[in-house]
């Protein structure tokens, strides 16, 4: 659901500018692609929130909004075509100094994963298959979340589930000696699927075992450390 709600007062708007962009905090002078917008409010709903300014310059410049109808037709096109399933956001403008600035909030979603969906044109075929991504937020950066996170949210949405065989007992053995282990060394090492290496590995981080640690486009997993 899109809430739009009227313009309100100017402090709330000078607080939030004067934090700087970060893991919560987006700023973007204009907005002219739909898919660029959809990408950021993926990035926050599958993460935890955050609210993205439109009508602010990167370095903290509030230079305003020239069509508040066309910014808001683009953010509308970016929840109806690009982002699926569609997250809820909320929709206000504040003004200062006669200039408009428009804010989108963004609750962190109990839906997530939410998918970034992008047509991509193949210059080989001409061709435009759907790219469907997952973007999570990262200091103040929107990047491609690893299968690893991605699993851990789609199990998030399914009762726990943690059964202690010999796998999980070797797995937490293993890592009291050595720092961590990939998804990939763990199915090796017991001779399983990926997916179902995968499957224990989300489990156990959701049961508060492990910790899901993810350092540039690698994702290893680690012992909860007390």
């Given at each position: 659901m899109t809430c739009f709600i009227p313009k309100s007062s100017a402090p709330i708007l000078l607080d939030l500018v004067s934090q700087g962009e970060g893991l919560r905090i987006e700023f973007k002078r204009l907005v002219h692609s739909a898919p660029k917008i959809a990408r950021s409010i993926t990035a926050f709903a599958n993460t935890s929130g955050g609210v993205i300014l439109i009508g602010v310059d990167d370095d903290r410049r509030i230079v305003g909004i020239?069509?508040?109808?066309e910014t808001l037709q683009i953010i509308d096109e970016a929840l109806r075509y690009h982002i699926e399933p569609k997250p809820q956001v909320k929709i206000h403008v504040e003004e200062f100094k006669r200039r408009m600035v428009l804010l989108i909030d963004i609750p962190e979603?109990?839906?997530r994963p939410h998918f970034h969906i992008e047509p991509v044109i193949r210059r080989d075929t001409a061709k435009k298959p759907v790219e469907r991504r997952v973007f999570i937020r990262e200091g103040s950066q929107n990047k491609a979340a690893s299968e690893d996170r991605i699993a851990l949210m789609?199990?998030?949405k399914k009762p726990l589930r943690v059964s202690f065989t010999d796998r999980e007992r070797r797995l937490l053995a293993y890592l009291q000696e050595h720092d961590r282990i990939t998804a990939e060394q763990f199915a090796d090492n017991a001779c399983i699927p990926m997916q179902e290496a995968l499957r224990i590995?989300?489990?156990l981080v959701r049961s508060g075992a492990l910790q899901?640690?993810?350092e540039g486009n690698r994702s290893s997993y680690m012992l909860t450390t007390s």
């Open positions: 020239q069509s508040e109808k979603s109990l839906e789609l199990s998030s590995l989300v489990s899901l640690v993810t």
